[in-house]
């Protein structure tokens, strides 16, 4: 089993590459087991509720990367569904009579 120092350099070498915002989950772990020790002589945190912590900030900042990535891709336009949508908008919108590409038909003398 990995160490908890071992663990942290395979996340950021590895995992904050695929996933943008891990860096901050990461960080929310750290200081959640900083306030832990502090408050260790006073207040007994359960196992299950650090657990629960640890994976919840991880996993959370996680899906927050992946939702970010697919909001950037929908802003750019490069998402295929987007695209798709898009060009269903255009051809509804445009006729041969009203596209812009077409000259305007000349008026009858």
Same mark, same amino acid.
């Given at each position: 089993?990995?160490? *908890? ?31 832990? *020790?502090? *408050?260790?002589?006073?207040? /007994? ?48 919108? /445009?006729?041969?009579? /009203? ?6 038909? *000349?008026?009858?003398?």
């Amino acid at each position: 089993m990995l160490g *908890l120092r071992a663990t942290f350099f395979i996340i950021v070498d590895v995992l904050v590459h695929m996933f943008e915002l891990l860096k901050y989950g990461v960080s929310a772990v750290l200081i959640f087991i900083g306030v832990k *020790l502090i *408050l260790a002589h006073h207040y /007994t945190i359960e196992p299950h509720i650090v657990v629960f912590v640890l994976i919840g900030c991880i996993g959370a900042s996680m899906v927050a990367s992946v939702l970010k990535a697919e909001m950037e891709k929908k802003m750019e336009g490069l998402a295929p569904e987007d695209v798709k949508k898009r060009v269903e908008q255009v051809r509804e919108r /445009t006729t041969p009579l /009203t596209s812009p590409y077409v000259p305007a038909a *000349l008026p009858a003398q």
